[in-house]
């Protein structure tokens, strides 16, 4: 009976395909694990399995095209042909996690009569689609049609947009702490931002990002309700913008009902679907990096990485000085000194150095003789960055580029573009063409989530989006720092490196903790703050505190700036748990920088150094000392030697953390 059943219901599915005409073409993984099963009939749709296992069902993909098009490429549309195909790539990776990758992946391609593409690749670690259109005439995509099906009520760990309620829900800055929901309980009426994570369960998960973002909006989610549904939605063409007094920043007044107009024949951005099995796997995928356009500036050896000490955060908060400290020469030039001493290659000029009010970027302030703190700069070995806001840049891109490049200034730090509308990413690669072509590096903050940016054009070497350090200014302790910290490693980080701005050395336990706008803290201890750069990609690193109490903290200082920002051979995550805890390892050449950090949960690791090569290794701890549960400034740093066969045990305190450094004798 049980066998008639089944044949009766095999037997029902093939005549519906049949019937509808629909078409099934399957890709696999390079490994066989992963699965993508591409239906053509009415509808595309697509499902992605795992070991058998389904990670995705029966999901919709489509572009609405708006005019007098009238049609939507993915439904009702004839099917040409399939190609198939497999390729395996070396990727240069400059400033990046590792200095080269190889990935291998299976493509498959269906062609439609109405003269798009749909492309498919499986890797090992995911599975990416994309549209390809070329069509003659110009494009009006209405809308973008891209589902995410589920058979299950998973858990799910996303960020919300943080625009204010009536506001434009894609006007943010991309920053915000992640919400721990099942599919069924996320709030159906709010917006969430790029990567998302879904939990199947026995290590397995989905994060869902993008990558190769050009001229075209940036993709968010809204969840479904009951239907176990998240699908994408995007931010409307801007019609109408308009300026907010202070910075001259530009705002979105009004949206179009379409989301872009693009060329006809083009590539759009990647679905990138990673698949993890344990997630330690997840802050080492390659895939939104691998996906990317590759290097458009050529010759890059101009760029520079590093350490910046940093004035924003502290607020200018130097003391026992005899000049008055602020947005001045004299101030700029004890930060300058303070770098030199330490050997940190950077100084920033936060908001200020120009009259924000005015949106000139051309004329500094009177009292920041820019040219002399050049001059200083470069006797003592210090390069100048400068803040600005993208569109005060972008609107006066050509003159500032080539003045600020010949003044010898080393780049930009950009902020507020608040937004990831079509014209907002067609700005930021105007932006990142023109400084390349003036040998300026960029900082990008404000600004939503990397796409792979920083491959095609590598002198974009770090982005914000993401709850930094700047947070604790102005944020209570129910904003869980800690928290986050050891989910943001496992979830953003996946997308590219971040702008977190540690450093701390004033540090707070859970009960002590305030926020203080002049003189601020961070959440967790000591070395919950020092281990934040290794744990962080992060090729541009700022020192957030400031140069007096650096000065105090000698110690902790030598320590931060001698770890590297790039250069390593390898990163690889040792041990770790999203939302728990997570221990990080990079290698350059024969030695390593270690370290980990917990949540507010006091926790116990043992280190194995099985990987070291022969012979002894010099070690320098730095670990939570016995009272950094109640003085979180407790620390306690050790030197001992340890070989491949050494194991140690280490406690983290709440929001605690140690690192290492290991050297070879």
């Keep these: 009976m049980i066998r008639e059943v089944w044949i009766g219901l095999f037997l029902m599915v093939a005549s519906c395909a049949f019937a509808t005409g629909e078409k099934v073409f399957r890709l696999g993984s390079p490994d066989g694990k992963l699965e993508v099963a591409v239906s053509v009939g009415r509808q595309v749709t697509y499902t992605l399995t795992r070991d058998g296992r389904v990670l995705l069902d029966k999901s919709a993909v489509g572009l609405v095209l708006g005019g007098t098009e009238n049609k939507i490429f993915g439904h009702d549309s004839r099917f040409i042909r399939k190609k198939m195909r497999s390729g395996t790539e070396k990727i240069i990776s400059p400033f990046y996690r590792c200095p080269s990758f190889t990935v291998e992946y299976n493509e498959m391609s269906l062609s439609f009569k109405e003269s798009f593409t749909l492309v498919f690749r499986s890797y090992n670690e995911g599975v990416a689609y994309r549209f390809v259109t070329a069509v003659r005439d110009s494009l009006t995509i209405q809308n973008e049609v891209a589902e995410f099906n589920f058979d299950r009520d998973y858990k799910t760990c996303l960020a919300w947009s943080t625009a204010a309620e009536g506001k434009d829900p894609y006007a943010m800055a991309f920053q915000n702490v992640y919400e721990k929901q099942t599919l069924t309980g996320l709030d159906t009426g709010k917006v969430a931002f790029l990567p998302f994570v879904v939990d199947y369960g026995d290590g397995v998960k989905l994060t869902v990002t993008e990558a190769d973002l050009e001229g075209y909006p940036g993709m968010h989610i809204k969840a479904g309700g009951q239907k176990k549904q998240l699908k994408g939605v995007f931010a409307g063409y801007p019609a109408q913008m308009a300026y907010h007094p202070w910075r001259h920043m530009t705002y979105v007044a009004e949206r179009s009902n379409y989301i872009a107009r693009t060329e006809g024949t083009k590539s759009f951005p990647w679905r990138v679907l990673a698949v993890s099995s344990k997630d330690t796997e997840m802050p080492v995928n390659n895939l939104v990096y691998a996906l990317a356009s590759s290097n458009r500036i050529g010759d890059y050896s101009w760029v520079k990485t590093g350490k910046v000490a940093w004035d924003w955060w502290n607020d200018w908060g130097i003391s026992g000085v005899d000049f008055k400290a602020g947005i001045n020469t004299q101030t700029y030039k004890y930060y300058i000194d303070f770098a030199s001493e330490n050997g940190i290659p950077f100084i920033v000029l936060d908001e200020g150095w120009y009259d924000p009010y005015k949106g000139d970027m051309m004329t500094v302030v009177p009292d920041v003789d820019l040219p002399e703190l050049v001059r200083y700069g470069k006797e003592k070995q210090v390069d100048l960055i400068l803040w600005t806001v993208f569109n005060v840049l972008d609107e006066q891109l050509e ?95 996946m997308a590219g490196p971040v702008d977190y701005t540690p450093g701390a050395m004033r540090n707070a336990s859970k009960k002590d903790f305030k926020d203080i706008y002049y003189n601020p803290m961070s959440q967790g201890t000591r070395c919950h703050q020092l281990v934040a750069y290794v744990v962080h990609d992060s090729p541009l690193t700022m020192l957030a505190d400031n140069p007096t109490v650096y000065r105090k903290e000698q110690e902790c200082t030598d320590f931060i700036v001698k770890i590297p920002n790039t250069g390593f051979d390898e990163t690889r995550i040792l041990q770790g748990e999203m939302g728990t805890y997570i221990v990080t390892a990079r290698r350059l050449g024969d030695d390593w920088f270690l370290g980990g950090m917990t949540n507010w ?63 070879k004798k």
């Design 601 to 663: 949960d006091a926790r116990d690791v043992c280190l194995d150094f099985s990987y070291l090569g022969e012979g002894n290794y010099k070690a320098v701890l730095f670990k939570d000392g016995v009272n950094a549960e109640k003085q979180a400034t407790d620390y306690k740093k050790e030197e001992l030697t340890v070989t491949g066969q050494s194991r140690l045990k280490i406690r983290m305190a709440p929001g605690g953390g140690f690192v290492i450094s290991i050297t």
């Design 399 to 493: 003159a500032a580029c080539r003045k600020y490049a010949e003044m010898g200034i080393s780049g930009f730090k950009v902020d507020f573009l608040d937004r990831d509308d079509q014209t907002a990413v067609e700005m930021v690669y105007r932006i990142a063409e023109a400084c390349a072509r003036h040998k300026l590096s960029l900082d990008l903050h404000g600004i939503y989530k990397p796409t792979g940016l920083n491959r095609t054009y590598p002198n974009v070497i770090n982005f914000e989006s993401v709850f930094g350090m700047e947070e604790m200014k102005w944020s209570t302790v129910e904003k869980d720092m800690m928290q986050y910290d050891v989910e943001m490693p496992y979830i953003r980080m």
